[in-house]
């Protein structure tokens, strides 16, 4: 479903992505581990149209190429992105939050059931959707920043460390989340710092080092993985 080929990006002299291949498969979650600074949020940033990178890049989803879309156009083909940081809207409510969300063509016709499967996800955002967001701690806010990107209709939701900041119960309450999201049937891209979490609720992951993918396996098989227990899981293996 979604398929990317010779991903290269550089800024400037500095090439931060490196012939970067990766697939994510109709409903499927995978997940992007990697130490800071190998390339995992730009990445994702590339993906989402947000940043351009080097030609000869082949991004493709349901079977449109969507290298040079602009954000808003990549948005209405399915695939949101939460950015690291969240960027929700502090000084408006949970639902005007929400609301926002629903711009995209593709969502317009669909405020109400999508706000409603966003509520059924998040049990907890039904019960404040007039607080105001900067009232709200840091896990109901990055519940408020995935209900908005799913409020778009997406087929891929791509998030950049959920967890980043967050107490490890909002860490524990937050992946449960994602996996009833997952249960929905969209399809997940997820870099993360919380290994041992994502790779729960994965299918696969890919491990990426200085811009390049360097190691490709099930989730299950890379929890068991010596290397990635030395680097990410804290193992002395
Ligand atoms: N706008 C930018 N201009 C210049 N260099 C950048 C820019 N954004 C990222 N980089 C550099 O590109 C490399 C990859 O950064 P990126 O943020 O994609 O890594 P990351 O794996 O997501 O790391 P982190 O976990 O720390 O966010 C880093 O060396 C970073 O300093």
Redesign the pocket.
Known sequence: MFEIRDLSLH??Q?L?LDHVAATVGKGETVVIL?A???????LLKAAAGLVKPDPGASIRFAGADIVSRPAHLVLEAGIALVP?GRGVFGDLTVEENLALGAYAKRARAHGKTSRDLVYSLFPKLADRRKQFVNTMSGGEQQMVAIGRALMSKPDLLMLDEPSLGLAPVVVGELFAALGRVRESGLALLI?EQNVRMSLSIADRGYL?EAGRIVGENTATALMNDDAVKRAFLGATV
């Open positions: 800024y400037g500095h931060a990697g800071n600074g190998a390339g995992k949020s730009s690291e870099v990426m």
